[in-house]
T-cell receptor
Framework: QQNVQQSPESLIVPEGARTSLNCTFS?????YFWWYRQHSGKAPKALM?????GEKEEGRFTIHLNKASLHFSLHIRDSQPSDSALYLC?????????????FGTGTTVSVSP | ETAVFQTPNYHVTQVGNEVSFNCKQT?????MYWYKQDSKKLLKIMFS???????VNETVPRRFSPQSSDKAHLNLRIKSVEPEDSAVYLC?????????????FGKGTRLTVV
């Protein structure tokens, strides 16, 4: 059974700083890897995703995947107060004959002005 | 901006009551889901459903059941709620595709069982 864990559980980041969020997964057959962001009281929304090993950059966000290490990460540069949110990593995989996103435990990010 | 709509936003009920939450998506997606987000913000899948099959997470108690009238609607019914059912219930949808298909979420229904 897929087990997805995130670290750290929470962090406080000065505005303008770079921050890194980590996600580990247990099933080596996992196929696609996502980061979602959920502002307080809002719907979770996809930030970005990656399929193959390596890095992918979109604006201030970079996702890095290492399948052999069962690890992927999200890096945010030039953090803004609007980045304060719950960050959820997720793994897309076959699930009981269908497909589902299995989410990690979440990292709460607070960006201090 | 949200294209997955859930009602109500909040619901407070007593132990043993039956509740039903509504979900509608306007994205034309084929698959809909219900997730439970607990007090620690952990999101766990409960059901996924398209016009061909219902997939149930085997850990979901039998008092939970999804109800669909068409592919744009997937409601959630809970018979005889219990205190541990207090949580935010998130509805979601995705198009037909592979693992790279994005899942879109609603804002959730917060259930409090007293």
């Amino acid at each position: 059974q897929q087990n997805v864990q995130q670290s750290p559980e929470s962090l406080i980041v000065p505005e303008g700083a770079r921050t890194s969020l980590n996600c580990t997964f247990s099933d080596s057959a996992s196929q696609y890897f996502w980061w979602y962001r959920q502002h307080s009281g809002k719907a979770p929304k996809a930030l970005m995703s990656i399929f193959s090993n390596g890095e992918k950059e979109e604006g201030r966000f970079t996702i890095h995947l290492n399948k052999a290490s069962l690890h992927f990460s999200l890096h945010i540069r030039d953090s803004q107060p609007s980045d304060s949110a719950l960050y959820l990593c997720a793994v897309s995989m076959s699930y009981q004959g269908g497909r589902a996103l299995i989410f990690g435990t979440g990292t709460t990010v607070s960006v201090s002005p | 901006e949200t294209a997955v709509f859930q009602t109500p936003n909040y619901h407070v009920t007593q132990v043993g009551n039956e509740v039903s939450f509504n979900c509608k998506q306007t994205l034309g997606h084929d698959t809909m889901y219900w997730y439970k987000q607990d007090s620690k913000k952990l999101l766990k899948i409960m059901f996924s459903y398209n016009n061909k099959q219902l997939i149930v997470n085997e850990t979901v108690p039998r008092r939970f059941s999804p109800q669909s009238s068409d592919k744009a609607h997937l409601n959630l019914r809970i018979k005889s709620v219990e205190p541990e059912d207090s949580a935010v219930y998130l509805c979601a949808s995705s198009g037909w595709g592979g693992a790279n298909t994005e899942v879109f979420f609603g804002k959730g229904t917060r259930l409090t069982v007293v």
